[in-house]
């Protein structure tokens, strides 16, 4: 399965975003999903996960409250919807693949081009 993230920008702190993970040549159905961000002279960091089988989610301390992840598998597609950003959000986004549980593995090469996402005034 190929994935394809979009809808970052650039947000005021505060504002609100929604990713879009786009994939293609397979279906999601059953397969954990999660998004990842990496940010400059940052380490690559799990964000947000939902399970294959039972639509759990998981989600960083950092972002808990404010951000929620969804699928619609018939659309072949997942959301995350990124509530109240702050400046450290600021970061390229990525979905994947991967391990859904206490954190996000995603599986390596799974993910496609992310999306910039900028949090500034």
């Known amino acids: 399965v190929q994935l394809q993230a979009s809808g970052g920008g650039l947000v005021q702190p505060g504002g609100s975003l929604r990713l879009s993970c786009a994939a293609s040549?397979?279906?999601?159905?059953?397969?954990?999903i999660g998004w990842f961000r990496q940010a400059p002279g940052r380490e690559r960091e799990g964000v947000s996960c939902?399970?294959?089988?039972?639509?759990?989610?998981w989600h960083v301390d950092s972002v808990k409250g404010r951000f929620a992840i969804s699928r619609d598998n018939p659309k072949n597609m997942v959301y995350l919807q990124m509530n109240t950003l702050k400046p450290e959000d600021t970061a390229v986004y990525y979905c994947?693949?991967?391990?859904?549980?206490?954190?996000?593995?995603?599986?390596?090469?799974?993910w496609g081009q992310g999306t910039q996402v900028t949090v500034s005034s």
């Open positions: 994947a693949t991967g391990r859904c549980g206490f954190g996000f593995l995603p599986d390596f090469g799974s």
């Open positions: 939902i399970t294959g089988n039972s639509g759990s989610t």
């Open positions: 040549g397979s279906t999601l159905d059953g397969l954990d």
